[in-house]
């Protein structure tokens, strides 16, 4: 899958393709029914099939901190969309001057002159240009003038509910794993680099992988049990989603308690498959406190995958 960062960087040979645009935030089955119009337009008119999203999401742009918790970062989404059978991904750089852009300016400058948008699949409730004065209505009969093929795909229904990415972050926020595991279609998982963190998992006798979240917002908090892969090793292990309030931390981190692991992997990609939440995230008088809860929390975690 090839990936273009910017408008700047499309090119003379990327002309001609069939197109959808959003935030595709956690990659859900709502998108993959998104996907599945995209690649019928693209066999269609046997050309690429192409998918633009932003970066910051545009609600991160406008009410920074305040913005809907982020489901999945850039490279999970570039994966999922990549598994999904997409071709091209086209990343703009959601910022101030792009916010400005008119409605009708981003239709010819950017869908028709620069990327030959021959069919465009959008979902239902797609808004987009300065002030969001763009919508579908806009697209279609913009379209119709244009000779672009433009389409609404129904909201993807189940068990009557929308599903949604703000449907799967409250299903998060509650720890409904599973309900959020059915809506994603695949488990809610966070990934990232192991960094250095404060050591203090290996003096409570816990050595513990940590991964900066990189996110305004997360959608989950607590302790967990969870699947990780590092390099082609699965691994089984408990997590701590949050800010470490034991310590008066500010910065939220993934910290990881891999069982029966102790190489140095400081630098390499994990992955991390969120499988059960074990209990919130609490602040303990004292470290004895911690390190006992820590002792039960990976109990539970055993209990999970049967290892006790």
Known sequence: MELIRGIHNIRAQHYGCVLTIGNFDGVHLGH?????????DAQKHQLPSTVMLFEPQPQEFFAKDNAPARLTRLRDKLRLLAELGVERVIC?????????????????EVLVDKLGVKALTVGDDFCFGKRRSGDFALLKNMGAALNIDVKSTASFRRLNDRVSS?????????????EAKTML????????????????????????????????????NGVFAVKATVGNEQLFGVANIGNKPTFNGTRALLEVHLFNFAQ????????????????????????????????????????CFGLN
């Open 32 to 40: 993959a029914e998104v996907i599945k119009g995209l690649l019928l």
């Open 185 to 220: 279609g695949h488990g809610y998982a966070i990934s990232g680099r192991v960094i250095h963190g404060w050591a203090k998992g290996r003096e409570l006798g816990f050595r513990t992988a940590n991964i900066a979240l990189k996110r305004q917002v997360c959608p989950v």
């Open 92 to 108: 703009i750089s959601f910022n101030q001057q792009f916010a400005n852009m008119e409605a009708e300016q981003f239709v010819n």
């Open 264 to 303: 140095d992997i400081y630098g390499q990609f994990m992955h991390v498959e969120l499988v059960k939440k074990l209990r919130d995230e609490k602040k303990f008088e004292t470290l004895t406190q911690l390190t006992a809860q820590i002792a039960d929390d990976v109990t539970a975690a055993k209990q």
């Open 166 to 178: 703000t449907l799967i972050r409250h299903a998060l926020a509650a720890g409904q794993l599973e």
